[in-house]
Structures are given as C-alpha cells and as structure tokens.
T-cell receptor, first 114, second 115 residues
C-alpha cells in the first residue's frame, strides 16, 4: 500500500532556530511531492511542489529537498518565527497526475516558542 | 478574489439529520474536491469532480453524496448523519493541466459535530 510517513509527529523549537521535518514515502514512481502548511483552524496552504526530477525547491525561509533514491523528502525552516507554528503536511501524487488519489501524510505539528 | 469559501463554518447535527455543505471557488478551477480531516489521520478524499456535471468517488465516499451543477460550486450532502461523520471538512480546487498546475487551494473548513 502506498504510504507517506512523516517525522517527528511533533516538534518544539525556540524562535530563531532552524528545524528540519522529514517525509518518507513508498509511492514510486510519483508525479510530484508537495509540502503544505496548515495553521490551526485553517485549511492547508501550499509551500512547495516538486516533480520527481527536482532535488530542491525554496519558498522564502522554507526549503524542500527530495531524494528519489532513498524516497525521502525534507522541509527545512530557517530562522523560525512564531508564525511558523503550524502543522506541515507532506503529500505525494502517484503517476498520471490523477487528482483523485493524492496520498497525504499525517503531518508534523511544529510549535515555535519565544 | 475570495479563493475557496465554505458554508457553514460550524454545524451540530443530531444522528439521522441531513445537511448540505457548500463550497464555492472564484478561480475558474476545473477540479474540485471534498476531504475530511480527523485527529491523528491525514486528509482523506471523499469525492471529487473534474468538471461541471461530473463527480467521482474518493477514498471514503460512503454516507456522502455530491453534486457539481455549476463550475464554481461543489456541494457535499449527508443524507442521514452518523456520529462517525463528526469531522472537519475541507473543500479544495485546482486547475487541470501540467503537474505544477495541480496545486490544490483549500477552503477554511467546516467543523461538523454529529451527536
């Protein structure tokens, strides 16, 4: 069964520090891999989308990397801010780009403390 | 440009009651989706639509029906609500086309409680 596993489940860091969230997947091959940010009580918002041929994609202080050989992706947050407190969700799209079968991870809940 | 909006934001139902959740998007997206999000679980697709007048089942379609009579609206119906349908429901929409245009834009969610 195609799966997306995220770690850690939750993380607490101090404001200004960096952190890295992990995503391991078994979907192979795949069309694209996405990272979403979900604030409490809100809908997810896209941070990055990478195709299988891309290694890295940045969006301001967020940098996503992809290693297709090890089937791992990471999301690195630089100089964290209080507003980074949210859940971060990794999503993998199987081949063919079908919109009906995205595979969502359970998310990592990040808390940034002052 | 409001993006994706959902109505209502909160609702409490008794077991057996029915209701309709409304999703509207103003981005002229072809595709629309309904998800549910439960504690400790990833988002799960209920139904989706690839165009006006079309619908398809997702991962967890039982107990739900949908309709896409207009391109900008996607309705999710619960005919006879059950406590297992207590959840947060998210609507999303996206363009069709290249892999990059598959980005999904989510609404703010509807928190439904069935007692």
């Amino acid at each position: 069964k195609n799966q997306v596993e995220q770690s850690p489940q939750s993380l607490i860091i101090l404001e200004g520090k960096n952190c890295t969230l992990q995503c391991n997947y078994t979907v192979s091959p795949f069309s694209n891999l996405r990272w979403y940010k979900q604030d409490t009580g809100r809908g997810p918002v896209s941070l990055t989308i990478m195709t299988f041929s891309e290694n890295t994609k940045s969006n301001r202080r967020y940098t996503a990397t992809l290693d297709a050989d090890t089937k791992q992706s990471s999301l690195h947050i630089t100089a964290s801010q209080l507003s980074d407190s949210a859940s971060y969700i990794c999503v993998v799209s199987p081949p063919g780009g079908s919109q009906g079968n995205l595979i969502f991870g359970k998310g990592t809940k990040l808390s940034v403390k002052p | 440009n409001a993006g994706v909006t959902q109505t209502p934001k909160f609702r409490v139902l008794k077991t057996g009651q029915s209701m309709t959740l409304l999703c509207a998007q103003d981005m002229n997206h072809e595709y629309m989706y309904w998800y549910r999000q439960d504690p400790g679980m990833g988002l799960r697709l209920i139904h989706y639509s690839v165009g006006e007048g079309t619908t398809a089942k997702g991962e967890v379609p039982d107990g739900y029906n949908v309709s896409r009579l207009k391109k900008q609206n996607f309705l999710l119906g619960l005919e006879s609500a059950a406590p297992s349908q207590t959840s947060v429901y998210f609507c999303a929409s996206s363009y069709a086309g290249t892999p990059y245009s598959y980005e999904q834009y989510f609404g703010p969610g509807t928190r439904l409680t069935v007692t």
